[in-house]
């Protein structure tokens, strides 16, 4: 199928690793040009290197997404360094989930900081630039579990919530300049936090995947690859008429469209 991606220009935040780095990989086979950004400087040059290898056409910039101003800096630089701006991936921030009444005012800053505002702030430098080009793809990654959210997952899922309500009240504001504006509802997905857990536990990694696989139907947690696949399908032409919506990629854990 082709994609209409070749020679488009996207910017990923958290780009390094997991489903940031999952998400080059595959925009750079798709002909994308990018720009990445992280806050470890030798993970991100590193990776950038791999991708140059194989091709790519990458500028790595360090970054971070909790900052004021940060953000504006990186969509800057991506535009003055390719001229343009076609694909915004709000990819960065991890999960914070605890009990209500653990979870105290930094907690809560830093949470909506990093996965909120910085999505805020980014969407708010790119889209100028996007309204210009007379197109753009914005791509805000969530969790399933922002629909459904249960006891102990504070401040992740009220986060997360209002990063929903930001994607589908902007895709309606800027439908008409041809800006598509979509979300990913995460599950469970291997990544380097779920082996931070697994050694908080002193499980091997496998051994914690496998606690909790059966609490997914389909009996597995989720590749950073396969989230990537609908991040790339999102920024495609082939999604030309989708917009304003969440789509789960949980293995059907959450229980709510």
Not at 34 to 54: I, K, P, T
Not at 220 to 237: K, M, T
């Amino acid at each position: 199928m082709e994609l209409g991606l070749r020679g488009k220009v996207a910017a990923i935040t958290g780009g390094s690793e997991g489903i940031g780095r999952a998400t080059a990989l595959r925009f750079v086979k798709e002909g994308v040009r990018l720009a990445l950004c992280a806050r470890r400087r030798e993970v991100l040059n590193a990776f950038a290197d791999e991708l140059r290898a194989l091709g790519g056409d990458v500028l790595p910039l360090v970054a971070d997404a909790s900052l004021p101003g940060e953000m504006e800096r990186f969509i800057a630089e991506t535009v003055r360094h390719y001229g343009r701006i076609d694909i915004l991936v709000n990819n960065a921030g991890s999960t914070a989930q605890g009990p209500f009444l653990q979870a105290r005012d930094p907690v809560w800053k830093y949470d909506l900081s990093v996965k909120l505002m910085a999505q805020v702030r980014a969407a708010r430098a790119a889209i100028p630039h996007m309204k210009k080009q007379g197109d753009g793809r914005i791509i805000n990654i969530s969790m399933a579990g922002a629909k459904q959210p249960h006891a102990a997952s504070f401040p992740t899922s009220v986060s997360r919530a209002a990063g929903l309500a930001f994607t589908k009240a902007l895709s309606q504001e800027v439908a008409g300049d041809n800006i598509r504006v979509n979300a990913i509802g995460l599950g469970w997905i291997k990544s380097r936090q779920q082996e931070r857990r697994a050694e908080l536990a002193g499980l091997p990694v496998e051994d914690h995947y496998n606690r909790l696989s059966p609490n997914v139907p389909l009996q597995r947690l989720g590749e950073p690859d396969e989230v990537a696949a609908v991040i790339v399908f999102l920024a495609s032409d082939a999604a030309s008429y989708v917009t304003g919506t969440c789509v789960n990629v949980d293995g059907g854990h959450c229980g709510v469209l």
